[in-house]
């Protein structure tokens, strides 16, 4: 390694091109190059379920940086070219064309693939999978003068999939093998609200259905269920989630996480192999708040991450990550959730979760000791944002304050912040 190899950023997605871009802003003179394996410029997924599925006006609107971006910041974009080989010990990456490239420091942002039934590969008439835009561009064009549609999955891409299809006239079921609707990220009070708020706009809903058999047929998609009901779709999506992008990663000996798949770093996004870190869907990284490790899939702990990383690879000590935050979009209601939940939290509800029209509402789940550890809001996110900085801190809230819609939420803050303050609570 000389001092002038290049930094090589593997993944030209939500993290690599918001690193590609801290590291110029924090001063890094020398050769980036960003290599991706799409030919796209680098671009935002979150639009893929909402506005781009609905409206192809959005295809050109979702790139993350402006065009002349990556040419004005001499950012070396390398397109349509994937990473192959990564030698971690001489610091050499090997693309798919056959050439090499010997790096100073490598960020590996290689994200997620779309999970996949063995059954139904990529490709199978009928059946979508949503990642990329170009899968998204596909679903698009095959929803264009359908009447019906099968989600396979009600977690949010499944849902969002779901409330966009049924904004564009289409009879939509969403079929969910859990009994309630994102099991592991809300309350059943909340899956309930979101079940009810889908059932209002004409979404049928099977939940706690597993398939016995899918098969493409020649006009759709015949699906069996575990209850002995049948479906048929001229189109299924097939939303069950992702898994990280983690073959190069292995293969050159990194440290993987033994239950999620993501690769192992530690605060400072370093994986175990010195000059290379990763960030974004397929890190696995400890999370004060959840006190374990996670691989946490989401538009703001990949900018997030990447940050840090940059300031790594730079020699920076950098300030810890933020509060988990994510937002969904879908049947009319921005849902916006804040920190992280966990089996002992209980949950206060500020407002109406009211089914139809615009409800807008919080649940602000505490823990044993009356800390706020989660919140999520609908068509709230002004109320939550007073509250980001005081997800996990050690304030103890008052439930009835949280529940009482006339305190505005600065003044809970306020009020929270001087109950913490007093020697009587301390
Ligand atoms: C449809 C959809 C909707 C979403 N909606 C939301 C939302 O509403 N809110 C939210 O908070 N989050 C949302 N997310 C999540 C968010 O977009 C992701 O967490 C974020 O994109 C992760 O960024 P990343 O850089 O880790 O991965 P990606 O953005 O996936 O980028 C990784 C890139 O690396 C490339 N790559 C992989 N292997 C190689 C290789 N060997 N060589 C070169 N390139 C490689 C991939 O092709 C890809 O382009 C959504 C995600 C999807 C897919």
């Known amino acids: 390694m000389t001092a002038a190899a290049p930094f090589l950023i593997v993944g030209a997605g939500q993290a690599g091109a918001t690193a590609a871009a801290a590291l110029r802003s924090m001063g890094h003179g020398g050769r980036i190059v960003l290599a991706g394996d799409e030919a796209s410029l680098p671009y935002e997924r979150p639009p893929l379920t909402k506005a781009v599925l609905a409206d192809a006006g959005m295809d050109g609107r979702i790139d993350i940086h402006p065009a002349g971006f990556h040419d004005a910041q001499a950012i070396e974009l390398r397109l349509g070219a994937g990473v192959v080989a990564i030698d971690a010990a001489r610091r050499l990456a090997r693309f798919g064309d056959g050439s090499e490239l010997a790096f100073g420091r490598c960020l590996i ?41 099968c989600v396979l999955g009600g977690g949010f891409l499944g849902l969002e999939v779901a409330a966009t299809a049924r904004a564009a006239g289409l009879a939509v079921s969403v079929v969910e093998a859990a009994p309630r609707l994102l099991p592991r990220a809300v309350p059943p009070e909340f899956s309930a609200w979101l079940a009810g708020r889908a059932a209002a706009t004409g979404v049928e809903l099977r939940l706690g259905r597993s398939c016995t058999s899918i098969e493409s047929k020649a006009d759709g998609v015949a699906l069996a269920f575990d209850d002995g009901s049948t479906l048929h779709a001229p ?47 397929c890190a ?73 029209g615009t409800p807008k509402f919080m649940l602000l789940g505490l823990d044993a000791d009356h800390r706020l550890g989660y919140a999520i809001a609908v068509n709230a996110g002004g109320d939550l944002r007073p509250l980001r900085a005081l997800v996990g801190q050690r304030i103890p809230w008052d439930p009835a304050q949280l529940r009482d819609v006339s305190i505005p939420p600065r003044q809970l803050v306020r009020d929270a912040l001087s109950a913490a303050a007093s020697p009587s609570l301390s």
């Open 284 to 356: 696995s990284q400890v999370q004060p708040l959840a006190g374990e490790e996670l691989r946490l899939e989401s538009w703001q702990s990949a900018n997030e991450q990447a940050r840090i990383a940059a300031a790594a690879m730079l020699g920076v000590p950098t300030e810890a990550a933020a509060t988990p935050w994510f937002w969904s979009d879908q049947f009319g209601c921005n849902i916006q959730m804040l920190g992280l939940p966990s089996a002992a939290t209980t949950y206060h509800l500020r407002g109406e979760a009211a089914i139809d």
């Open 235 to 281: 189109l299924l999506v097939v939303a069950i989630g992702q898994t990280p992008e983690v073959a190069l990663a292995r293969d050159c000996g990194l440290a993987l996480h033994p239950h999620n798949g993501g690769i192992r770093i530690d605060a400072q996004c370093r994986t175990s192999a010195p000059g290379i870190y990763a960030a974004g869907d």
């Open 109 to 149: 942002a290689t994200g997620g693939r779309a999970r996949t039934l063995p059954s139904l590969p990529p490709g199978t008439p009928h059946v979508h999978y949503v990642r990329t835009l170009a899968d998204a561009q596909a679903l698009r064009a095959a929803m264009a003068g359908l009447h019906s549609l």
